[in-house]
């Protein structure tokens, strides 16, 4: 069993910045993709950003220039630096693990409201 921790969200301005962590634990084996979605009120859960275990990376159009992903030394950490926040921005955010066999892990989600 895997269990994925997210830290870091809370309440930020306007064009400011977070960085959020999912620190995974458990029986951690290969792990192929790492990745961050968003629940909006209202909206279906999408994807932000992934990082395979090659090192390539993707992100939604609506973050690409602003986020940023990557991983820790030990490659179970999974951190989203997020600058130049919007309001629009506002959502749970949830980390995702899924492994080469194909299992797949969630955090519980992690809170970032942007407002002034």
């Known amino acids: 069993q895997v269990q994925l921790v997210e830290s870091g969200g809370g309440l930020v301005q306007p064009g400011g910045s977070l960085r959020l962590s999912c620190a995974a634990s458990?029986?951690?084996?290969?792990?192929?993709?790492m990745g961050w979605y968003r629940q909006a009120p209202g909206k279906q859960r999408e994807l932000v950003a992934r990082?395979?275990?090659?090192?390539?990376?993707n992100y939604a159009d609506s973050v690409k220039g602003r986020f940023t992903i990557s991983r820790g030394n030990a490659r179970t950490t999974v951190y989203l630096q997020m600058n130049s926040l919007k309001p629009e921005d506002t959502a749970v955010y949830y980390c995702q693990y899924i492994m080469s066999s194909g299992i797949r892990y969630w955090g519980q989600g992690i809170q970032v409201t942007v407002s002034s």
């Open positions: 458990g029986s951690i084996f290969s792990i192929y993709t």
């Open positions: 990082i395979n275990s090659g090192g390539s990376t």
